[in-house]
């Protein structure tokens, strides 16, 4: 299975739509990972990367409440933690700030998410 590598990492979810939120952290349990959040906001998102010292990766919206995701992935950056963008904006926005971000469009798959994330984690290894 594809993404067996998800099993027991502790995957922080940063999420504004509800039902996408939803379900993405139903798929990520039922492959055995261990969601953190979902977060709806940058500042609630913010807060879980400071109070949670375990974190294996992030799935990150861009677009939050109309705010923007970056000071999120920057944290992210910070604490050298892989994360993979969930976003419908386009490549050239995404990686403005992040130049070797993986994004996966919307509407995405959850098999190509899982092994977008399995893979940033594995490069951070």
């Known amino acids: 299975m594809a993404s067996e590598g998800l099993r027991n990492r502790r ?3 940063v999420e504004d739509e509800f039902i996408i939120a939803a379900d993405l952290q139903h ?3 039922r492959v055995g990972a261990v969601v953190i959040g979902p977060a709806s906001s940058v500042e609630r ?3 879980l990367i400071a109070s949670e010292p375990d ?3 992030a799935v990150l919206d861009m677009n ?3 705010k923007m995701a970056y000071p ?3 944290a992210l ?3 050298r933690l892989p994360f993979v963008f969930a976003s419908g904006y386009g490549e050239a926005m995404l990686r403005e700030r992040h130049p070797n971000a993986v994004n996966c469009d ?3 798959e959850f098999r190509a998410l899982a092994i977008a994330l399995e893979g940033v984690m594995s490069s951070y290894n």
Request: glycine share 8%; charged share 30%.
């Open 55 to 57: 974190l294996d990766a």
């Open 106 to 108: 919307k509407p995405y």
């Open 27 to 29: 798929r990520l349990e």
């Open 11 to 13: 995957i922080l979810v």
């Open 45 to 47: 998102a913010l807060a």
């Open 77 to 79: 950056a910070d604490r």
């Open 72 to 74: 999120v992935a920057d």
């Open 64 to 66: 939050l409440g109309g």
